[in-house]
């Protein structure tokens, strides 16, 4: 099991450009099954993908991979023409918005939005836009959503992934990496990695991601990444107290910012004493969240979690 | 990105939102020049004379060349002496102020330079309120503040008293709409032509925070008049950068003096660098792995000098320009680079590492760590570039390496 993606996931691209395309070749390499592109203008041109496998995705693929992805016009004639039921966003950030909500209006159930750098009015507008829609936004500004040799949707490396035990979810890209390869390091694997983002209005958070994780039977513990800014790992602390039923390691970023300046995060600011990572700690603590001191000791903490849990 | 409150007040005032009758003054004559028209226009005598930085808490702050003489002043001689008194009251008051540091409680101890005054007509005030339009992270929209204690240190008030700051919460298909408005007018005691012009003020306040993409925008004080109008008696406002494409008018207003010099070229280059006080210079993609990589030095002994994301777009040139800002700190001992390649490719760093160290030498030791996408093709180009660099397994082996190296852990 897993959560968001698997392998009856059908991706569609938006925005193949230079970046779009060079992870939509990792993402095909990987064995993510990559069904069509939006290209406006560009319809019944296939995009041709082919490379060597390095086998570190979905098992039992040959050597090699030639795959040509046809292109359409709009996100509504791609669901029609591939029945996807997913989206991967790179589209640059002033024509971002309203991709994302064109991909909601085709009523594509899961939106990855890699994009960094959209304006936060836009996301306001976008976020009041999909309310009582039934889709899910991940993102954006996030690395993707990955299910180790199942799925991979996004910008992280698939070779430190390896299939496993633990849920991953941060606010950070790269922080993500490093713990997804700790957690592979020590053998523990992971069921599925999920970046939500670093900007301070984005679609899923912390508390959704957890409530997957809390029903998703492979998954045994979480780790949740979190950074300085706003309160959502506090509100993520609240919900762990009263409803998780599983061990939770973390680690907050950001111990060490000054306050009053946005740490490249448009979300990672302390401003007016809010949002400092000693609140985030004390919050996660006081919920039996084992904190890692060090982003290097995520998995060392993870075990010990899952040892006060009785399960390690 | 933040501006001064004279050119906050101008985009209100281009809005219909009432504001003082104001001119801005670069140098001592500017200043004195300024009163003449100002005096005539609004019939008052008294005249106030505010610095323009970008920093709060002006009012109370004091110069450091002048510490008798406050960040904002208010000019009453001509109340007795007429226009000439209040004249040689604001030469005065400008030839202490320009070019002097004013510290504020927002500023730190080394203040900050003021190049700019604002001279405005004196106000009659009634009442002095607080108006605000931020973001709400829980809801994902714009909120609307309001609270009677004007004047007040906000974050003050929210502690010792939250039930008195009032929200508004804005839908954004629909805006700030006109019952909530009255409402807000309500709450703050706003009656007759007051609650009138109230209402409107905060709307219309709310339109522009939308329209503009302000991060935040708050008036503190905003003031009723003996006479019933609403004015923004203070003005701050700052903008998100990620909508800044789309306002080239904005753009002309900032004001790069008002801004570390190293950040602004860094901005040029699209790294996110922050200065800091520390010896150990930082070169990390992602701001999470940014943060908790200056935490990992701390947490080992050392001290960060700089925070520094090259984010997930970097070029070969970029890194270079990163690399370079970070060597021209004099505190800089030694470089860490900690890179774990998603979006970013291990070899484009490597590259640009390489590039950097050819064109301006490399005086302290580097310790890199590379992980992630193309990481064997950047320790290749590492490897074989010759230079003296030490590498590292992981970010808490490589913050340790780099401590040891710069001198040891304090």
Redesign the interface.
Known sequence: MSVLVDLNTRLIVQGLGEAGAFHTDKAIAYGTNVVGAVRPGKSGQAVRFEGVTDHSGVPGRSDNYQVDVPSYDTVRAAVEATNANATVLFVPPPFAADAIMEAAEAGVKLIVTITEGIPIGDMVKVKRYLTGKDVRLVGPNCPGVITPHQCKIGIMPGYIHQRGRIGVVSRSGTLTYEAVKQLTDAGLGQTTAVGIGGDPVNGTNFIDVLELFNADPATEGVIMIGEIGGSAEEEAAAWIGANMRKPVASFIAGTTAPPGKRMGHAGAIISGGQGTAGEKIKALEGAGVVVAATPSDMSSAMLEAMRRAGIA | MKIHEYQAKELMKQRGLAVPIGRVAHTVDEAVEAVRPLVEASGNPVVVVKSQIHAGGRGKGRFVEHPEVAGVNVVTAGIKGGLKATEERVRELAKAMLGSTLVTIQTGGAGKQVNRLYIEQGIDIDRELYLSVV?D??T???VVMASTEGGMDI?EV?HSAPEKILRESV???VGLLDFQARRLAFALGLTGDAHKNGARFIRALSALA?DL?T?MVEINPLVVTKSGQVMALDGKMSF????L??HKDLIEMRDLTEEDSAEVEASKFGL?F?K?EGTIGCL?????????T???I??VGGE?AN?L?V???ATTENVTAAFKIITRDPNVKGIFVNI????MKCDTIANGVVEAVHQVGLQVPLVVRL???N?ALGKKIIDESGLNVVSAS????GARKIVELAGGAK
């Open positions: 973001l992270r829980s994902g929209r714009n974050e929210a839908d954004p298909s939308t993409d991060d998100d950068n990620n909508a494409f789309r996110s922050i800091l990390v993609n992602g701001a999470g792995l940014a943060m908790a200056m935490d990992t701390k947490q960060p925070f994301d984010g997930g777009g774990f390649g998603g979006i992980e992630g996408t990481v992981d970010m808490k082996d």
